[in-house]
C-alpha cells in the first residue's frame, strides 16, 4: 500500500464518494483514478486513449492465512491512505507455472508472484459512464480448481470494455487450500460444513461486487457471472447454489459444467459427497501425523502443497450445494438466469495417451458392459485411426459436452433462454503441435486478447474473434448474443436441438451428435447402467 499527502487523501475522499475520480499527473500523461470501496481508497490507471480505468489487486476479503486457512471469507480489514492498485497480486498458491501441451505462456499465471494472501480482484471500467450504469461481465478462471488466477494473460479485460462492460476477474483458493474437507473442519463451522472454500471466495467476491461495482460505473442489477472449464464448472455451482442467489443475472458456461460423472464407469456422482470428502481429508492429515487443524495451519503452505497429492475440487457440501447438482436443477431449485453455454470441437485431452484400437474396444466393453456395443457404435474401433479419433470424442462428450449439454436441455425446459455454442476453429499452430480447436482455445476469441497470444493468426481469426466477443458483450448487456449485423443465433430447445457453429463459418447448425450425447446422458444417470 502507497500513501499519499493528506491533502491527496482529503481530496480523494471528497471526490471519490460520487464514484471515479480522475487526477492528472503533472509530470505524465497518466491519469490515476481514485475510487472508495469498502475498506477505503484504491488508485488505478487509464489506459493510453483513456477510455478504461484498470484497477488491479483490490483486496475483496482478508487474506486467508494463519486461522483463516480453510474458513470461510472474512471482510476486507479498513486501510489508511489510498492503496495502490495498479499491478496484479499475487496469484493463488498452486506449482510454479510451465507451458505443456497446447498452453503456452499466455495461458498460464504470471511466474510470480504466489502466494496464499491472493485474494484480490481486478476490474476494467470504461471512463465514459452509462446513465443506467453498465453491464458488469465477472471472469472466473479455470485450471481444474488446482491452478490459474484472474492475471492469466488471455483474461485481460480492456477490450471488452471499450466495447461497453465494467469486466472483472477474480482469484480463489485453489487445490488443498480451497477444496479440504475434514470432520474437525465441519465441526468447528456455523454451517456444519467444509470444503467448498474456493466457492464461497466466488460468492464473497460477487457479494462484493454488487456492494461496490456502481462506483466504477456498473449496474449490479446486471451481472453476468462467465467462466471456462473448472471456471464453467465454477458458474455451474452458482446457478445451483442457493448461497449464490440474487448475485448475478445471466450466466456463460464453457466447456465445463459438473453435472455428471466425467468417467467411462456409468454410475457415480459428479461431485463427492460431505462424508466422502472429509474422510479423503482426514487420510491426508493422517498421513501428515498432524493433531490437529490448529497444528495444520501452521504448517507453511509450500510444505503443504509438495506434500499434497490427488485432486482437490468442489464437493456436494450441503451447504453451498445441499443436492447434487443435477437434482438442483431438475427439481428446479437452481437460481433462473438466461444460459450462454457450449464446448470446443476438440475439448477432448488425453493425457495418458490413445489405446491401440484392440485395448480401446476391451476397455469399452469391460467398462460398459451391455452399452458397450451402442457405444462402439458412437465412437467406432473400425481401425486405428478412427479409434484414435473416437477416443478423443468420448472424452471431450464425457468431460465436456454431456456436462454443458445436459445443462442447456435443464435450462430450456424450465423456459429461460439458453444459446448454445460449439467452437470449430483450428487455432493456427505455427511451430507448434497441431491440436485442433483446443480446450481453451476459444477463451481469447471471446475475450477479444487474440493480439496478446502468439500464434500466426489470419484474417479469418481477427473476423471470428470480433463476432465471438460482439456475442459475449451482447449478451452481457442484455441476456441474447443477437444484435445487426451478426449472424443470428438461435434459441436453444430440447426439441430443435440447434446451436451455434463458431468457426471459419459462423452459422447455426443442428447438434449432430445429440444421440450420441442422449445415450451418454442416459447411461450416466440410469440407476441400472
Not at 105 to 120: G, H, Q
Not at 282 to 301: G, Y
Not at 485 to 496: A, D, I, K, Q, V
Request: glycine fraction near 8%.
Amino acid at each position: 500500500m502507497k500513501s499519499r499527502t493528506l491533502l491527496t487523501l482529503v481530496f480523494g475522499l471528497l471526490l471519490s464518494s460520487c464514484g471515479m475520480e480522475k487526477k492528472q499527473s503533472p509530470s505524465t500523461d497518466t491519469v490515476e483514478t481514485v475510487v472508495a470501496v469498502e475498506g477505503g481508497l484504491i488508485s488505478g490507471l487509464q489506459n493510453e486513449e483513456k477510455s478504461v480505468a484498470v484497477f488491479k489487486g483490490i483486496p475483496y476479503a482478508q487474506p486467508p492465512l494463519a486461522s483463516l486457512r480453510w474458513k470461510p471469507p472474512q471482510a476486507v480489514s479498513p486501510w489508511e491512505g489510498i492503496k495502490d492498485c495498479t499491478s496484479f497480486q499475487a496469484s493463488p498458491i498452486q506449482p510454479n507455472p510451465a507451458p505443456f501441451y497446447m498452453w503456452s505462456e499466455e495461458f498460464l499465471i504470471p511466474k510470480k508472484p504466489i502466494s496464499e494472501d491472493a485474494l484480490y480482484l481486478n476490474i476494467w471500467a470504461p471512463t465514459q459512464k452509462s446513465e443506467k450504469g453498465s453491464p458488469v461481465l465477472v471472469w472466473i478462471h479455470g485450471g481444474g480448481f488446482s491452478s490459474g488466477s484472474g492475471s492469466v494473460p488471455i483474461y485481460d479485460g480492456e477490450a471488452l470494455a471499450k466495447k461497453g462492460v465494467v469486466y472483472v476477474s477474480i482469484n480463489y483458493r485453489l487445490g488443498l487450500f480451497g477444496f479440504l474437507a475434514h470432520p474437525e473442519l465441519t465441526q468447528e463451522s456455523v454451517n456444519h460444513t467444509s470444503g467448498n472454500y474456493g466457492l464461497m471466495d466466488q460468492i464473497a467476491a460477487l457479494k462484493w461486487i454488487q456492494n461496490n461495482i456502481e462506483k466504477f460505473g456498473g449496474n449490479p442489477a446486471q451481472v453476468t457471472i462467465a467462466g471456462q472449464s473448472a471456471g464453467g464448472a465454477s458458474v455451474a455451482f452458482l446457478v445451483g447454489s442457493p448461497q449464490a442467489k440474487g448475485l448475478f443475472s445471466k450466466a456463460i458456461i464453457q466447456s465445463g459444467a459438473g453435472f455428471l460423472p466425467r468417467t467411462q464407469h456409468p454410475g457415480g456422482l459428479a461431485l463427492k459427497e460431505l462424508h466422502h470428502a472429509e474422510k479423503e481429508g482426514k487420510k491426508f492429515t493422517d498421513k501428515l501425523e498432524v493433531p490437529s487443524m490448529e497444528a495444520l495451519r501452521k504448517i507453511p503452505a509450500l510444505t503443504l502443497l509438495e506434500k499434497s497429492s490427488g485432486r482437490w475440487q468442489p464437493i456436494q457440501d450441503h451447504y453451498l450445494l445441499p443436492q447434487p447438482l443435477l437434482q438442483l436443477f431438475r427439481e428446479g431449485k437452481n437460481n433462473k438466469v438466461a444460459v450462454l453455454t457450449g464446448w470446443n470441437q476438440d475439448d477432448g485431452i488425453l493425457i495418458r495417451g490413445h489405446q491401440p484400437r484392440t485395448a480401446y474396444e476391451n476397455t469399452i466393453r469391460t467398462n460398459w458392459k451391455n452399452a458397450a456395443d451402442t457405444l462402439l457404435k458412437f465412437y467406432p474401433a473400425t481401425n486405428e485411426n478412427i479409434a484414435k479419433r473416437s477416443q478423443g470424442q468420448l472424452e471431450r462428450d464425457l468431460t465436456f459436452g454431456i456436462q454443458n449439454y445436459t445443462l442447456a436441455n435443464l435450462v430450456s425446459n424450465q423456459n429461460e433462454k439458453v444459446y448454445m455454442y460449439r467452437f470449430t476453429r483450428d487455432l493456427p499452430d505455427g511451430d507448434q503441435k497441431d491440436y485442433g480447436a483446443f480446450h481453451t482455445g476459444e477463451v481469447p476469441y471471446a475475450l477479444n486478447t487474440l493480439q496478446l497470444v502468439n500464434r500466426p493468426f489470419e484474417p479469418i481469426d481477427l473476423q471470428l474473434e470480433k463476432t465471438m466477443a460482439s456475442y459475449w458483450v451482447n449478451f452481457a448487456t442484455t441476456g441474447n448474443p443477437n444484435a445487426e449485423g451478426l449472424p443470428e443465433w438461435p434459441t436453444y430447445n430440447p426439441r430443435s436441438k440447434e446451436m451455434m457453429l463458431l468457426g471459419e463459418q459462423v452459422l447455426a447448425a443442428p447438434v449432430n451428435d445429440s444421440l450420441a450425447l442422449d445415450f451418454l446422458v442416459e447411461k450416466l444417470t440410469s440407476p441400472n447402467p
